[in-house]
């Protein structure tokens, strides 16, 4: 049976880019959130989780569900799967890496390359919704 990583993310987009953040030692950007604690509700993790890595204030009525992703963990066995289950929401503060998070980075179809596996699933369904630009054709 497939062993699933349920996630919590949130999808901050500004001028057609995505935030993703890169954990120390690691190359692939991915979305920001994590783990529920026992006990806790999505909005009360994401707050946590969003709060511990990149600073910020998640203003928790603004929290809005987006949808679900499902992906291939990176760097796990075939069969290792991560959910994402992604909400937007406004945010107080200024964005800035925090605990293991080395960098912050906007993205959009251009760096696919750069992107974790459930990141590019994500980022795929927010282009055909034109939430984020698309990669740009290179003559």
Known sequence: ?????????????????????RSKGKTLFYLPGGKRELGETDEQALIREIKEEISVDLVSDTIKYVDTFTAQADGKDDGV???LTCY??????????????????FVDGDDFAICSL????????????????EASVNE
């Open 1 to 21: 049976m497939d062993k699933v990583i349920d996630k919590l993310a949130w999808l901050y987009i500004r001028d057609g880019k995505l935030l993703t953040v």
């Open 81 to 83: 799967f991560v959910q």
């Open 88 to 105: 937007v929401a406004e945010y107080s503060g200024e964005l800035s890496p925090d605990a293991e998070i080395e960098e912050l980075k």
């Open 118 to 133: 459930a990141t590019k699933v994500a980022m795929d369904w927010l282009v055909a919704k034109a939430w984020v630009a």
